[in-house]
Structures are given as C-alpha cells and as structure tokens.
C-alpha cells in the first residue's frame, strides 16, 4: 500500500508540474511523415542564418517601437539575400505581448513584408533559455565591452519558468502570435523553445534555478499544445542541442519529447564535420526533414567551407549563427565571459559582415554564393 501511495503521488507531481508521464510522447497533432516530407519536397534548399540587426543587443531592443530599426534591418537582409540565403531565424520575446500586443503584431508583419521582399522566409522562436533570466522591458543597457551576447535575455524569465501556476500567463502570446500568422506563406516554420535546458554554467549559473530542465518540460509540453491549437499551416519544430541521439535509451526525455513532437527535425551543432555528419546519420531514424539551426564557430572547425557542404550532401537545412557584426557581439567566444578581450579576437567565433557590409573574410561570402548558386563562379 505504501509503494501505491507513494506512485499515486508522483503521479500526481507530475501533472501538477505539466509534466506527462511518458515525455517522448509526442503530442496528438504532429504531422504525419508524409505530410512533413511532403512540405519539404517543394522547398529548395534551406539556407541562412540566426538574424538579429547589429544595432539591436537583444530580442526586446529588436521589436520595441523605440528601437524597432526596420532600416538596417531592411539593409542587412539585402547582405543576406546577396549571399544566395533564402531563410532567417529570428527571436521573439512573450513579454513583447503583454507590452503592445497589436504594435508587436505590426511589427512582426513589417519585419515579415521586408524579408519577402529579399526571398527571405522566417523561422520564428517563440522561448529560448539562453542567457539573462531576467529580462526588463523598456531601454536596454548597453552591450559589456568584448562580452559575447552581453545582453541577451531569456524567454520567459526566470521568475515564470521556475513556477508552473504561471505558465498559463504564457499561453494568450504562443496562440496570439501563431494564430495571427498561422497561414503566411512568408513564415517558414514555428521554433518553438530554443535550448530549453540550457543553465547557462559560464555566465548567468549562478542565478539559475537547480529543477530549470524538468521546468523546462513542463512549459515546452504545453507550448507545443498550445501552437496547435492555433492550427498552424507551418510546421513545429524544437531543436535538440546537446546529448547523444544514437538510441531512444540514451536519449534524455526532454530531448526525446522535442524530437517527438517536432514536424521537422532542427538541431544545433558547433563542431567539425566529422559530428555533424554522425549527428545527421543519428536523427535520420525520425525520417523527418531536418535543419541544422545553429551552426558555424570558426575556432572550433565549424566553418561555412567545412560544413555547408555536408549540410547540402545531404540536403539537410542549415543557419549559421550570426550576420553583421554589432551589438550582440558574437565575434567574440563564448569564452569572453571570463577572459577579458580589448580588442577584436584574432579569429571571429561568429558573424560574417563588418557594420558596413564588407565580409569579415571575401574568400567566405565568395564560398556561401557558390554553394548557394548566388554567383556562377
């Protein structure tokens, strides 16, 4: 009677957390293979980058009215189109909702009307775990000189992730933004929570809360939930970033949700190609299509020449983080957080325009329109 009460109460535990019981099942209204592959049988293929205009540090100071800056945006989305890209990923942030729900939406269809106009379509993240827990809305501080990403905020924050009663805070902005766009043909898939368990252990570790995966869980269950319930035309998908995806055993149950239930398979791999190529042969068994939705650390042999062409081999999408060099600062390693940089690092980790267009390295963009077709050459 004492084991049936005590499993009677996990049980419990864990609905009350919002967590199912079996976390690799996938939810209900995930496409079928068919429909998935079928999608991406019409698609050319995918390729671009993590885009975030260089005068924005953060999600918030991208799509605030005070800082909405649809002119560089506009600009930089010409730098992208001109290297033969065809798709951006692009950050959101719920508390941009709460703020200026119709002025968000305007923003959003703005920034939508500009990168159509380029041939650009948009993989929107709706969450993202990644950095500071506790974003502020209104005037952003300014980036910490050679820090990468100095500025870069959580979605949701901390004090909502950690607290199960508040995830229902979050449901009006999931169904409100994807419902708005649920049939523009301009957006090209749904992200639905970037790293989920990401602690953050170089930079923010210290403030992160010990339960921040089985949160994690939770929220990303009824996130997904959520965007269905919006009836999305586009597909879902959540990308897998660290682990080992060989076997369903070895696979932890965050991961193998995310997996589950995504309609197109998407992941993040920063290394050389001889990972990216297991990585590819590891998630193949889904039999869904896939894009590599981060990639590219020069440092770390994740360079465009070394990578694009394993990602087109084998037709496997690809966005490369970074674009133009500017408030984010992510030419610097993720290594800046505790060792001090006073100048430009010898080798930039990410980005591949200076602020004024030019190419960090010619020898690169002359490489990217090549394999991407945009020069003959």
């Known amino acids: 009677m004492m084991k049936k009460r005590h499993l009677l109460s996990v049980w419990a535990l864990l609905i009350t957390l919002g967590i199912a019981v079996s976390a690799g099942a996938a939810d209900s209204g995930v496409w079928p293979v068919e429909k998935a592959n079928a999608w991406y049988k019409d698609k050319p293929w995918l390729v671009g980058c993590n885009f975030q205009p ?72 709706l969450f993202d775990s990644c950095w500071d827990p506790f974003p502020k809305l209104g005037k952003q501080r300014a980036p910490k000189p050679g820090v990468h990403n100095s500025g870069w905020v959580q979605a949701p924050g901390q004090e909502i992730l950690k607290d199960p009663k508040r995830h229902e805070e979050l449901k009006g902005y999931v169904t409100g933004v994807v419902g708005h766009f649920r049939a523009d043909k301009r957006v090209l898939a749904w992200d639905i929570f970037n790293e989920p368990d990401n602690g953050n252990d170089s930079s923010y570790g210290k403030v992160e809360f010990k339960n921040k995966p089985e949160m994690a869980l939770a929220l990303i269950q009824k996130a997904f939930a959520w965007a269905r319930e919006a009836k999305p035309e586009q597909p879902l998908t959540a990308a897998v970033w660290k682990g080992d995806w060989s076997n369903r055993e070895k696979i932890t149950p965050l991961d193998l949700f995310m997996l589950d239930s995504s309609d197109i398979i998407s992941f993040h791999n920063y290394d050389k190609p001889e990972s990216m190529k297991k990585v590819i042969a590891d998630l193949k068994k889904w039999n869904r299509p896939m894009i590599c939705s981060e990639y590219m650390a020069r440092p770390q042999g994740s360079t465009f020449q070394a990578i694009l062409p394993v990602l087109k081999e084998n037709k496997v999408g690809g966005m490369n983080w970074g674009c133009v060099s500017g408030k984010t600062q992510t030419i610097y390693p993720w290594d800046s957080w505790s060792k001090t940089y006073t100048s430009e690092p010898p080798v930039w980790f990410h980005d591949i325009f200076r602020p004024d267009g030019t190419p960090y390295r010619p020898e690169e963009t002359e490489f990217i329109q090549k394999i991407t077709g945009k020069s003959g050459k």
């Open 54 to 125: 260089s005068t924005a540090i953060n999600q918030l100071e991208m799509f605030q009215a005070d800082t909405f800056d649809l002119k560089t945006i506009d600009k930089e989305l010409g730098w992208i189109e001109g290297l033969g890209y065809n798709c951006v990923r692009v950050y959101l942030q719920d508390q941009l909702w709460n703020q200026d729900r119709e002025g968000f939406l305007k923003r959003l269809d703005q920034f939508l009307e500009v990168a159509d106009r380029h041939h650009i379509a948009v993989m929107f993240v």
